[in-house]
């Protein structure tokens, strides 16, 4: 962390509210509801709730479903829903639409798009690596290790910054995360994309700390396949179906291994044989989960006229902000930032390094300030720039530093 000299809580808190006075997204947090009283710093987890959601969601229930009853699927549109919603995330991605499907878990899209991306590699005998990143998320390794049984490829953790230079012609399939989950690193999208593109590999991106916290940019840097969860930054909600990108150039080459009745060419014939429809929507597997997934529709009307640049931008800002009062109100060598200070490598979170800090997440909490701890010893703080303010930024880092004192 930046050595800082040390403010006093008068001088950032009126260093908040002028920032906040001068907030472009600032109006944002009235799409959202959030309990009074409440700073909550963990849409790195888990987003708010936007406003539309429980009237949208009732309507759900007691119209489309209680009223209409299977008629819905036509008359409301749900068979079309997982495309549909897949092209109101796509901006938010840097993709243009018809490449987004929205449908199963993470962890599912992830195994389909891994497997695909060894399919799509080809049977090349010299191409036996798959490489993973060395610091992913628990599931997303498992999920690698599953996929290389099935597809004979070999499974090499690779530090991300690493990766170019480990990226050679015996690498078939390339997974990693944009930003890391546990300390908000954004790693370098555009430059590993371009190595394994020019070795021949085909590139997996994990988005779900990314996606609606910065620009991604799918497809002017060439990416290959991506997935995604929508319930951090996009607000989808508790559980809420996550995404995959196939790259137009890839779609009519893509072989799902779970080839399911929702992504065939015409799924109510009920032929034996599997003909993959067109487009992304191949990839959807079984009945779409509808009300979670209509639920995400509506949430994601929060981002209409939000630009995904202005939301970096105060993102950047928040961090910043956050880290100069953390550096104001907490004692010296209390705490270390494990987030990168160069705004080019962080994602749009705060990783602060302590002992005891199980606990001392657990007495934010109690004190109205919400984020989340991960194991052994890191406190992790999430800037959703939608609904999070300069000030709560400001109350939050004075808070730990009212714990620590």
């Known amino acids: 962390m930046p050595t800082l000299s040390r403010r006093g809580p ?7 509210a002028a920032l906040d006075a001068a907030d472009e997204l600032g109006k944002l947090r009235e799409r959202f509801i959030l309990p009074e009283g409440v700073v ?13 959601v429980a009237a949208a969601t009732a309507d759900v229930v007691n119209r489309q479903w209680g009223e209409l009853l299977i008629r ?10 997982p495309e549909r919603i897949g092209d109101k995330i796509a901006p938010l991605i840097g993709a243009a639409p018809g490449q987004v499907t929205v449908g199963d878990s ?7 798009v891994l497997v695909g991306a060894a399919r799509l590699a080809g049977t090349d005998p010299a191409r036996t690596r798959l490489l993973v990143d060395a610091s992913t998320f628990p599931t997303d390794g498992y999920i690698a290790a599953s996929a290389a049984r099935m597809t004979g490829l070999t499974v090499v953790p690779v530090e991300p910054a690493r990766a170019a230079a480990e990226i050679g012609t015996d690498t078939a399939v390339v997974l990693l995360n944009h930003v890391d989950y546990r300390t908000g690193r954004l790693h370098d999208l555009p430059a590993l994309t371009a190595a394994a593109r020019a070795a021949g590999a085909v590139i997996v991106w994990d988005l779900c700390h990314s996606a609606g916290a910065l620009p991604v940019g799918l497809d002017e840097n060439a990416v290959d396949l991506a997935v995604g969860c929508t319930y951090k930054y996009l607000n989808g909600g508790p559980g809420s179906p996550a995404y995959l990108y196939i790259a137009e150039r890839h779609q009519a080459a893509f072989d799902s291994p779970l080839p399911g009745w929702n992504g065939h060419a015409d799924p109510f014939a009920m032929t034996p044989e599997y003909l993959p429809a067109a487009g ?15 639920a995400l529709e509506s949430a994601l009307d929060a981002w209409d006229g939000v630009s995904v640049e202005a939301v970096r931008a105060k993102s950047l800002a928040l961090t910043d902000f956050f880290l100069e009062c953390v550096a104001a109100y907490v004692p010296t060598g209390t705490v270390e930032s494990v987030t990168p200070d160069e705004h080019a490598r962080r994602g749009s979170q705060v990783s602060l390094r302590t002992e005891n800090a ?15 701890f991960r194991a052994p010893d890191v406190l992790r703080f999430g800037f959703t720039p939608l609904y999070v303010s300069f000030t709560d930024a400001e109350r939050a880092s004075r808070t730990l530093g009212h714990i620590f004192g």
Do not use: H, Q
């Open 106 to 112: 993470t962890s599912v899209n992830l195994f389909k």
């Open 358 to 372: 199980r606990a001392v997440m657990a007495e934010l909490i109690v004190r109205g300030v919400i984020g989340d």
């Open 10 to 16: 008068g001088e950032l808190a009126a260093r908040a």
């Open 280 to 294: 992304a929507a191949r990839a959807r597997v079984g009945t779409p989960d509808i009300l979670s997934m209509l």
């Open 72 to 81: 819905s699927w036509d008359e409301s549109g749900w068979w079309t829903a």
């Open 40 to 52: 909550y710093l963990d849409g790195n987890s888990l987003g708010a709730l936007p406003a539309g």
